[in-house]
């Protein structure tokens, strides 16, 4: 007999959660997430298909039965392409996601596997054996980017064809076929499925719901995305303070700064610097086990060879201080979740151990600078106290320094960065906003003089730059950019150890 659709929900009890014993998610959503993620990751698509067919088979669906299911499904996916494409084109939505810290982020992915798990779908929370990548450590990979390109995945997917849309998966593929013996490797096998022909419709009716979970998914998290921003929320707060209060550019800089930090710290041998993924499979790194019995302390090493090259080295603090080179990506590195191709991070990282603020000078350019900017550089170098230096008209150099030693660590850090990537007019113009504010009035020096040195040293397009800076400046009521960044950007970013040195 045809199954009924409408009747679903009695006949199909929910197997797999109660096989792996998962939490009830409205009693603790976060050991729900864990327990499934676990379950997902120690099964296979024939063992969670062989699971859910002990209540079905293919003489349950008729072509009708299959006409509706796909018809539903395509349903929802056109809804779910019209939220995103809106989220996407209007909302500034991967901006603003990137720069939620990373347990809002996980709140709201969890409300979208909570919506999804009950929805109406054939076997609920169950659905979720059949997507390995709907998990919340896949999506808070790289800052939240692994969020943000599943969501672009399924919206490039659902709108490039006019039928439901199957989101490809290689590990859930695995099953699409299996033979009529499989059926005999089932632990509790009635004589009615000794007798099935195949697993092909009931693998399409999985799929369809795989898809249909997934669909529900991305509404349910949106949904809690959006009520957030509109409620303005206390976790939503900081990141919307930064979107209406500074140009664009500067929150998708911000964000895109989020997408490129580590979410661990790497592990490099202490004598070579090489990490695992340097050398290659198969390779174990080893640690001092001295260190790690008396001090509870890892220092790593490749090989025996490179332990005993570093050993003259390592001996004077083995087992008795905690120390190491601090290699960069390392827990040694108070900067080890920035990538070595970030040039904020390697400025502070090249700074000695024990700096003063004038230690920060310039640094050497990528690039070609123009020569009012190469002379910039030649006399800051050669005075290590001066910030930067301002022109009169008359060509009598103006030395700039700035007192409060938060803005100096911010004015000096742009500085560096303006002077080693000429081409990066958002840090010059935040320099040039800074002193057009302190100093435009100062005796031979005006806005005009000001500006005209600076396009000099950055080209004519930093005036505009800085003009949208105190455009924005103005709005808020908070000071200039340099000022903005000291006081509010840790609502973003925590206690990040760079933070901290600022």
């Not at 120690?42 to 002990?54: C, F, G, M, N, R």
């Not at 798990?117 to 896949?138: I, L, M």
């Not at 080295?313 to 108070?334: I, P, W």
Request: glycine letters at 6%; one cysteine or more.
């Amino acid at each position: 007999m045809a199954l009924e659709i409408k009747d679903h929900a009695d006949l199909l009890p929910p197997l797999l959660s109660k096989k792996f014993n998962i939490t009830d998610v409205n009693q603790d959503a976060l050991k729900w997430n864990e327990e499934w993620e676990a379950a997902i990751a120690s099964s296979t698509a024939a063992d969670v298909l062989k699971e859910i067919s002990h209540f079905l088979d293919d003489s349950f669906f008729t072509p009708d039965n299959i006409e509706f299911l796909h018809r539903d499904l395509r349903g929802i996916q056109g809804h779910v392409a019209e939220i995103l494409r809106s989220l996407f084109n209007k909302g500034h939505f991967d901006t603003i996601w990137l720069l939620l810290n990373v347990a809002e982020q996980r709140r709201h992915i969890l409300e979208g596997l909570k919506g999804a798990s009950e929805a109406p779908t054939f076997w609920g929370q169950d659905c979720r054996a059949f997507c390995p990548e709907v998990t919340v450590s896949n999506f808070l990979t790289q800052g939240g980017k692994g969020f943000v390109d599943f969501l672009t995945r399924v919206l490039e997917i659902t709108e490039s064809s006019t039928k439901p849309a199957f989101l490809p998966n290689s590990w859930w593929e695995q099953a699409s076929n299996l033979p009529n013996p499989w059926w005999g490797q089932a632990s509790d096998v009635s004589p009615r499925k000794e007798t099935s022909q195949s697993t092909k419709l009931l693998f399409e009716v999985a799929t369809i719901q795989r898809n249909k979970f997934i669909g529900h998914f991305v509404l349910s998290s949106a949904l809690s995305i959006v009520r957030d921003i509109t409620d303005r929320s206390e976790g939503m707060k900081g990141v919307l303070h930064i979107m209406e209060n500074t140009e664009g550019y500067v929150a998708q800089s911000l964000a895109h700064v989020k997408t490129t930090l580590r979410d661990k710290p790497l592990i490099r041998c202490e004598n070579c610097t090489k990490t695992p993924e340097d050398i290659g499979q198969g390779v174990r790194f080893m640690v001092c086990s001295v260190c790690k019995t008396k001090l509870k302390f890892e220092v790593h090493y490749c090989s025996q060879s490179c332990q005993k090259d570093h050993w003259s080295v390592h001996k004077k603090s083995c087992g008795k201080k905690k120390v190491t080179r601090g290699l960069s990506g390392t827990k040694g590195d108070s900067l080890w979740a920035f990538s070595e191709s970030d040039p904020v991070a390697n400025l502070l990282r090249n700074l000695p151990e024990r700096f003063t603020l004038r230690d920060i000078g310039v640094n050497p350019c990528k690039g070609k600078r123009s020569p009012a900017a190469e002379r910039q550089a030649v006399m800051l170098e050669a005075d290590k106290d001066a910030d930067y230096f301002l022109f009169t008209a008359s060509g009598e150099r103006v030395r700039f320094v700035i007192d409060d030693r938060g803005a100096k660590m911010i004015f000096r850090t742009n500085r560096g960065v303006a002077m080693m990537q000429p081409t990066d007019t958002a840090s010059a113009s935040a320099l040039g906003e800074y002193m057009l504010r302190l100093m435009s009035k100062y005796p031979g020096l005006s806005r005009d003089i000001i500006l005209k040195q600076l396009c000099a040293e950055y080209g004519d397009g930093i005036t505009e730059d800085i003009v949208q800076l105190e455009r924005q400046s103005q709005e808020r009521g908070t000071g200039t950019f340099i000022e903005f960044f000291l006081k509010d950007w840790s609502k973003v970013f925590g206690n990040f150890s760079w933070l901290a040195l600022l």
